[in-house]
């Protein structure tokens, strides 16, 4: 059946439906352009039609945008030639837009065309809010709940369908910088008050059935195909216009450090594409476009920030049971973790008891959802009833009698194993037979923590990341004897709270501070060897790293660091690899620099606890090297921290799927997101040149960057781990 469908009544007004039948929200394929073609051209070419609408068969929303499996798939589909396939096809697509904005009316007077309007019943992202901007008037229903917005720099791209050419046209660059350059998404009145979207009502339908029926030749014709129209606040050309781009250049590159390819392409194609008429500019526009979809960069965010991330939320690797819901869940710890994980929970509708040892401290844990609310009232974002509502979810209390009922248990208590086991014993005494047991830890082994449950198949670790409401990532830690059934309800749970899980075998750090600690050690190795510390930190956030690593040890804490440290060469014995990094963060915890908590680590910081220089005291203590390391080098050797380490999970079996590995890294660390993750990095640039690269730091630095097996053989065999991933499941 056709995604567009079309009607005429008996006003004249072809009301031509969206309405993809088997998705809960509209998104763009291939065949649904031709669709949409079809309506518009039978639409204009039909005397008794006076003018069209066009609108969504969804209750509450527009369209999700464009269907990101058929970009990823663009390339592919585009012959030997992909970048002239990819531009003749933007340029199709281009061609059906300009179709419906001008209407059939008269090239040279400007009149004679039909008016087109768009009725959103509620969200509009991508090319959900592309198609309505080709439209002559834009109205929306009044839904709170709805976001209206171009968010594909977030993954990646950039609006690549006359949106970025239309939006800045329409509200000058500056204007529309947050919603190009920063995906920002509003609500429909906001929206309208930036200048999105024309109106916000009742009924957007009638609406815009109505507006079709009175409107002039005037007010269908857009500013830009207007004689005498000039950008608003100015041109490249206009003195106002040149500061503007000036600033918006800045701007792009301070923030992107120039990683990614997208935000830097979408201002050239408005900058080059403000000097010419606008069909010229969406050729402008379309190039870029293609210029970006041709970089790796792209297809790797696409691919993880999008296509693998969702089937991972749906389940990818769920086991084959049947579904396990939480309706009542138990927290043991009401801590930090413990009233994040309540709050989440209670957010989702889920039933929650939060069990501290005192009264009070439970009491807190409750306060903490409390104040969360409190900040969403404050911004309207949040009515009074739903604060009341989630917190009438959360029971506090020192009572493990509470428990009953529960069908699963979150335990974050104290990382101590004796602590945890007693939890486990007591707890399991009150729930029932089939309650789910998973403790929250970032380090313990889940194997040996399982030791103290009567279950163990039903016993798994689930890791969140702090703080909770804000962290995406939650990882889901299999022990020896963990079923089927646990790995399902975490995986139900996780999906329940609106987060993204991966799971991993259990093992020493498990997956994401396997990786992560490396990284912040190499860091404070470097620190210790005379490498100036701006230059480690600069070179990390060049490469597209969030923090460097001594920023990221100051928030973590420095006394967490050497708390780790402590067990790991308590556990590891004489293999412990780490005494050069030791030395460093000793002697910080020593010094009482505890990291940000104490306002004082390897940055300085003012009484606001506001971030401020790198403190001279490192250097001081640890004389930089008058021979500095290229930047280069420094840069591999914090990448090649993390991805070895990623690659040795997966040959090892703790990572059992590179999706979860990619996905993971970038919501959980923040892996340089530009490249898709470690296994997507390793793709684009080669395996050859990763295990050359690793000889060299192997050579230099030791047999930390010794390659692995793996590796070796895929750059020995040519093979790559997305060509091997898609060979399997073809």
């Keep these: 059946m056709a995604d567009f469908t079309m009607q005429t009544d008996a006003d004249g007004v072809a009301t031509i439906t969206w309405d993809v039948k088997d998705k809960s929200m509209n998104v763009l394929s291939l065949e649904g352009w031709d669709d949409l073609d079809a309506c518009v051209t039978q639409a204009l070419?039909?005397?008794?039609?006076?003018?069209?609408?066009?609108?969504?068969?969804?209750?509450?929303?527009?369209?999700?945008?464009?269907?990101?499996?058929?970009?990823?798939?663009?390339?592919?589909?585009?012959?030997?030639?992909?970048?002239?396939?990819?531009?003749?096809?933007?340029?199709?697509?281009?061609?059906?837009?300009?179709?419906?904005?001008?209407?059939?009316?008269?090239?040279?007077?400007?009149?004679?065309?039909?008016?087109?309007?768009?009725?959103?019943?509620?969200?509009?992202?991508?090319?959900?809010?592309?198609?309505?901007?080709?439209?002559?008037?834009?109205?929306?229903?009044?839904?709170?709940?709805?976001?209206?917005?171009?968010?594909?720099?977030?993954?990646?791209?950039?609006?690549?369908?006359?949106?970025?050419?239309?939006?800045?046209?329409?509200?000058?660059?500056?204007?529309?910088?947050?919603?190009?350059?920063?995906?920002?998404?509003?609500?429909?009145?906001?929206?309208?008050?930036?200048?999105?979207?024309?109106?916000?009502?009742?009924?957007?339908?009638?609406?815009?059935?109505?507006?079709?029926?009175?409107?002039?030749?005037?007010?269908?014709?857009?500013?830009?195909?207007?004689?005498?129209?000039?950008?608003?606040?100015?041109?490249?050309?206009?003195?106002?216009?040149?500061?503007?781009?000036?600033?918006?250049?800045?701007?792009?590159?301070?923030?992107?450090?120039?990683?990614?390819?997208?935000?830097?392409?979408?201002?050239?194609?408005?900058?080059?594409?403000?000097?010419?008429?606008?069909?010229?500019?969406?050729?402008?526009?379309?190039?870029?476009?293609?210029?970006?979809?041709?970089?790796?960069?792209?297809?790797?965010?696409?691919?993880?920030?999008?296509?693998?991330?969702?089937?991972?939320?749906?389940?990818?690797?769920?086991?084959?049971?049947?579904?396990?819901?939480?309706?009542?869940?138990?927290?043991?710890?009401?801590?930090?973790?413990?009233?994040?994980?309540?709050?989440?929970s209670a957010q989702a509708g889920i039933e929650v008891v939060l069990i501290d040892r005192e009264q009070a401290a439970a009491d807190k844990g409750k306060a903490y959802s409390e104040g969360i609310l409190d900040k969403g009232m404050s911004r309207k974002k949040v009515t009074a009833e739903k604060k009341d509502e989630v917190l009438g979810r959360i029971t506090a209390t020192t009572d493990l009698d509470a428990l009953k009922g529960c069908d699963l248990i979150v335990e974050a208590v104290f990382e101590d194993v004796g602590v945890k086991a007693e939890m486990t014993k007591k707890v399991e005494a009150v729930v029932g037979p089939d309650c789910i047991f998973a403790t929250n830890t970032s380090t313990l082994p889940i194997t040996e923590l399982a030791k103290a449950s009567e279950r163990p198949e039903q016993f798994i670790g689930i890791h969140f990341f702090s703080p909770v409401d804000k962290m995406l990532l939650v990882e889901i830690i299999k022990g020896a004897k963990t079923g089927d059934v646990a790995v399902a309800k975490a995986l139900d749970f996780v999906r329940q709270i609106r987060k993204t899980p991966i799971v991993v075998n259990d093992a020493r750090f498990f997956y994401a501070n396997r990786c992560i600690i490396p990284y912040i050690n190499e860091g404070i190795r470097m620190v210790k060897e005379g490498v100036e510390p701006a230059l480690i930190e600069n070179a990390a956030k060049l490469v597209g790293m969030p923090l460097g690593p001594l920023q990221l040890v100051d928030e973590t804490s420095i006394d967490l660091g050497v708390k780790i440290a402590k067990a790991t060469k308590a556990a590891m014995g004489d293999a412990y690899p780490d005494e050069a990094v030791d030395e460093v963060l000793f002697w910080m915890a020593d010094e009482g620099r505890l990291g940000r908590k104490s306002n004082a680590g390897f940055y300085e910081y003012d009484e606001k606890g506001k971030r401020q220089l790198l403190w001279d005291g490192i250097s001081q203590r640890y004389a930089v090297s008058d021979d500095q390391p290229d930047l280069h080098e420094v840069q591999n050797r914090l990448l090649f921290a993390q991805v070895l380490e990623a690659v040795r999970a997966l040959e090892e079996g703790v990572l059992e799927d590179i999706r979860e590995g990619d996905v993971g890294a970038i919501l959980g660390w923040g892996f340089a997101p530009w490249s898709g993750g470690p296994f997507s990095w390793l793709d684009i640039v080669g395996a050859d040149w990763a295990v050359e690269t690793t000889e060299a730091l192997t050579a230099a630095h030791g047999a930390r960057f010794e390659t692995p097996k793996m590796l070796r053989d895929m750059a020995a065999d040519g093979r790559s781990f997305y060509g091997e991933a898609a060979a399997k499941a073809a």
């Design 45 to 344: 070419g039909d005397d008794a039609v006076k003018g069209i609408v066009i609108t969504s068969g969804k209750a509450d929303s527009f369209a999700g945008g464009m269907d990101l499996n058929v970009i990823a798939k663009m390339k592919a589909s585009a012959g030997d030639e992909p970048e002239n396939g990819l531009f003749e096809g933007l340029m199709r697509s281009h061609g059906i837009l300009r179709k419906i904005e001008r209407a059939g009316m008269d090239p040279k007077k400007l009149t004679g065309g039909k008016p087109v309007a768009c009725a959103l019943p509620g969200t509009a992202l991508g090319i959900g809010l592309e198609i309505p901007l080709a439209c002559h008037r834009i109205f929306c229903a009044d839904n709170p709940k709805a976001k209206i917005g171009l968010p594909e720099i977030m993954v990646g791209i950039f609006p690549g369908m006359g949106g970025t050419t239309r939006l800045a046209r329409k509200m000058g660059a500056m204007a529309a910088s947050p919603f190009l350059l920063e995906g920002k998404l509003s609500d429909p009145k906001k929206a309208a008050a930036a200048g999105l979207i024309d109106e916000v009502v009742e009924d957007p339908l009638a609406a815009a059935k109505a507006w079709v029926l009175q409107a002039t030749d005037k007010d269908i014709v857009k500013p830009w195909d207007a004689k005498g129209y000039k950008m608003p606040g100015g041109a490249p050309y206009h003195p106002a216009g040149f500061m503007t781009f000036v600033g918006a250049s800045a701007m792009v590159n301070g923030k992107t450090q120039g990683v990614y390819p997208a935000a830097k392409a979408l201002l050239s194609a408005v900058y080059e594409g403000a000097l010419v008429p606008f069909d010229t500019a969406l050729k402008i526009e379309a190039r870029w476009f293609t210029h970006v979809l041709m970089n790796p960069s792209s297809e790797a965010m696409i691919r993880s920030l999008f296509i693998n991330k969702e089937a991972l939320e749906k389940g990818a690797n769920r086991p084959d049971v049947p579904d396990q819901k939480v309706s009542k869940v138990g927290i043991l710890g009401a801590g930090m973790m413990g009233a994040g994980i309540a709050y989440v």
